[in-house]
């Protein structure tokens, strides 16, 4: 299914993709004030953009001292070149020491790297902590959302849900209550943990430390209590210096949700005493983008979501009609880095406004790249046949006046005459959900030409 | 070759254009009012804020809510106010589940987010911050820098396994962005500011 047709099943259910739109949409606002209330903003964003390129400009010294430091302060680092690799690598450190319950809090590394149905097949409890993502968890689902997973659960689902799982009052809603049988529910699964597992916000190459920021306190708490704590990190997660973390979070947390910086913003170095920390640094297609100029800028993403809630797309269509663990325009980039055949449509969910490049902390040329990405995907030859032959087509209208004038004319007096059933079918796309504009009787070309003439 | 030596290999593989790394040193923000700020956004946080005029005032206000006069089980690590349980006898973190309220002293506050620097030097077991129903952190009041870039060059990162910026209760808006206070961790923070704030 490419991203339109998953889109369609979204919008059948109108009043809950409106819903959806407006609790997206309420993010943004959020992080509008959060934004315009830090003077230095824009010089944030620059500087932020700077010291991520600077960092992909010397990425492999980087990735040497982060380990070097990190081992230097008692973690193991591992290196995972892709995703089956990373999750070998957790999977072993899991069976050595006989975990059999390991909780996690969020990581869209390991979304990406498929690691919970992994470790559920060799008879490992996973369980996701993060309250959204523990939602979705139950429900079968992927995440919908990077920040929030379970944005397009309405209050309902969830009552219903942890009715069924929890045993609670199908019919009370109301959001302390559902929370706080969420938080018996895991504290249950925290104590019984023998492991703990977190993604990682920002490494720091100078300290070899961990920085992962929560709002709920599920990773620390699922890295206080056992001994074992694994973080699972991209490559492109690192930053030089300790003080670039000032700029980032002043950016982070803002853009996600307009906090001024979420609750806990936690600098792991090392094990704590008597404990294990065990780092696995995956690339995955990473270094594979770091070599293309027009989709390198796409590793300075941070994660905070803010392309999504503003996008116009996603917001209409959810964050499922992307089939991809990263939804939205950063998603759309990535996604098909990683599988152009796959995610072939995705760069296409986009109407080129821009809006996206406008809110990223990071600089991020989002709508761009999705151009380029289209273009790219034209000459692999991994546009679907009717948009090709469009293409071509117009194309040869295009290179042809006589012919643009002809197809002009015989346009504006054709189209309007035709019964509605041949203009509004399956097979325009455009006619869709909307009235087309009227066709003007003149062309602009004839218009010109008469006032002139009138002059 | 590893696999370590395959990613890096990748990564020198490729063309990419130099770009010198920023300096950080600029005309931040500050705020008249260091402290003001700094007790107004961590209110806004679904925090409470107190200040006090010395430390020996620290226990009679604790004595003054009423989730504390109802716990049992509390911890503290801040000089003039006494707790049910020593941390340094803990040995198993799992232990501390059934505690009502800890007091743990914080280094220093951050005025444009309200977070306070706290690290697990001398503090046995880090879980203590995470696990227990109420928490309360002391600082002095007139310890609050005006910015993160402030924040980060008082810290020494590394100096100890675990440092954080904590910045309210936990909390989660995961239900239909409805702000729940109390989602894993303490259901309440009690920040309390001690002596003068210049």
Redesign the interface.
């Known amino acids: 299914m490419n991203h339109a047709q998953a889109a369609a099943r979204f919008i059948d259910d109108r009043a809950r993709a409106a819903w959806h739109d407006q609790?997206v949409w309420?993010?943004r606002v959020k992080r509008d004030k959060a934004a315009h209330s830090?003077?230095?903003w824009e010089?944030l964003r620059e500087?932020a953009s700077?010291?991520k390129?600077?960092t992909?400009?010397r990425?492999?010294e980087y990735?040497?001292q982060f380990e070097r430091?990190a081992t230097r302060?008692g973690a193991t680092v591992h290196?995972?070149?892709h995703a089956a690799?990373h999750n070998e690598i957790v999977h072993s450190l899991l069976q050595a020491r006989g975990v059999r319950h390991l909780v996690k809090s969020k990581s869209m590394l390991t979304e990406e790297c498929h690691l919970n149905p992994f470790l559920e097949r060799h008879g490992i409890e996973v369980i996701d902590?993060?309250?959204?993502e523990r939602?979705v968890q139950l429900a079968g689902e992927p995440p919908s959302h990077i920040v929030?997973?379970?944005?397009h659960?309405?209050?309902e689902d969830?009552a219903e849900l942890f009715h069924k799982h929890f045993g609670t009052d199908a019919d009370n809603c109301e959001?302390?209550y559902?929370?706080?049988a969420a938080?018996q529910h895991?504290?249950d699964k925290?104590?019984r943990a023998e492991a703990g597992l977190t993604g990682v916000n920002f490494g720091?190459a100078q300290?070899?430390?961990l920085v992962v920021c929560t709002?709920?306190?599920?990773a620390?708490?699922g890295v206080?209590?056992p001994k074992l704590h694994i973080a699972s990190m991209g490559?492109e997660k690192l930053v030089?210096?300790?003080?670039?973390?000032?700029?980032f979070?002043?950016l982070l947390a803002r853009s996600a949700?307009g906090?001024?910086?979420?609750?806990?913003?936690?600098?792991?170095?090392?094990?704590?005493?008597g404990g294990e920390l065990h780092i696995v640094?995956v690339?995955n297609g990473r270094?594979?983008i770091?070599?293309s100029?027009d989709f390198?800028r796409s590793l300075n993403c941070i994660r905070c979501g803010a392309c999504m809630n503003t996008c116009p797309v996603y917001r209409r269509s959810g964050g499922h009609s992307y089939d991809s663990s990263v939804p939205g325009p950063i998603g759309s980039i990535l996604a098909p880095a990683r599988d152009a055949k796959k995610y072939y449509s995705l760069p296409s969910a986009c109407s080129l406004c821009g809006s996206c490049t406008d809110v990223c902390p990071v600089k991020i040329d989002l709508h761009h790249q999705l151009l380029t990405w289209r273009r790219e995907l034209a000459e692999r030859g991994l546009v679907p046949l009717s948009k090709r032959l469009a293409m071509k087509g117009m194309s040869v209208v295009f290179r042809h006046p006589w012919l643009y004038r002809v197809a002009g004319t015989l346009a504006r007096t054709i189209v309007p005459r035709l019964p509605r059933f041949l203009v509004y079918n399956r097979f325009n796309a455009w006619g869709r959900q909307r009235e087309l504009p009227m066709f003007p009787r003149e062309s602009f070309r004839d218009q010109f030409r008469r006032r002139h003439d009138d002059q | 070759m590893?696999?370590?030596d395959?990613?890096?290999k990748?990564?020198?593989?490729?063309?990419?254009?130099?770009?010198?790394?920023?300096a950080?040193q600029?005309d931040?923000?500050r705020y008249a009012d260091a402290f003001a700020q700094f007790k107004s956004?961590v209110e806004a946080?679904g925090a409470r804020c107190d200040r006090v005029a010395t430390p020996r005032d620290i226990a009679p206000l604790l004595a003054t809510f009423g989730e504390f006069q109802a716990a049992t089980r509390t911890v503290s690590q801040v000089a003039g106010v006494a707790g049910t349980v020593a941390l340094d006898d803990v040995d198993d973190?799992?232990d501390l589940?059934t505690i009502d309220w800890a007091i743990m002293p914080g280094e220093f506050g951050?005025a444009?987010?309200?977070?306070i620097w706290v690290t697990?030097e001398r503090v046995k077991?880090?879980?203590i911050?995470?696990?227990v129903q109420h928490l309360a952190l002391v600082l002095p009041a007139n310890q609050i820098v005006h910015?993160?870039?402030a924040?980060?060059?008082r810290?020494q990162?590394?100096k100890?396994?675990?440092?954080?910026?904590?910045?309210?209760?936990?909390?989660?808006?995961?239900?239909?962005?409805?702000l729940?206070i109390?989602?894993?961790?303490?259901r309440s923070l009690t920040v309390i500011a001690v002596g003068p704030t210049v």
């Not at chain 2, 109390?182 to 303490?186: D, F, R, V």
């Open positions: 609790v309420n993010v830090v003077p230095e010089l500087l700077q010291i390129l600077h992909m400009s990425l492999a990735l040497e430091e302060r290196w995972a070149r690799e902590t993060d309250l959204g939602i929030v997973p379970a944005i659960c309405k209050r969830i959001p302390y559902l929370a706080e938080r895991l504290r925290f104590k720091i300290t070899g430390g709002n709920e306190g599920n620390d708490l206080s209590l490559i030089p210096r300790a003080q670039d973390l000032g700029v979070l002043r949700t906090q001024p910086i979420t609750t806990y913003t936690s600098h792991f170095h090392g094990p704590r005493p640094l690339d270094s594979d770091l070599g100029d390198r | 590893t696999s370590r395959e990613v890096l990748s990564i020198r593989a490729r063309r990419v254009p130099a770009m010198a790394l920023p950080l600029h931040w923000v956004v946080a973190p799992h589940e951050v444009e987010n309200g977070a697990d077991q880090r879980a911050y995470f696990i910015t993160m870039h924040a980060y060059e810290i990162p590394g100890s396994s675990l440092g954080l910026f904590i910045a309210g209760p936990s909390k989660t808006a995961d239900i239909e962005q409805l729940v109390g989602a894993h961790g303490p």
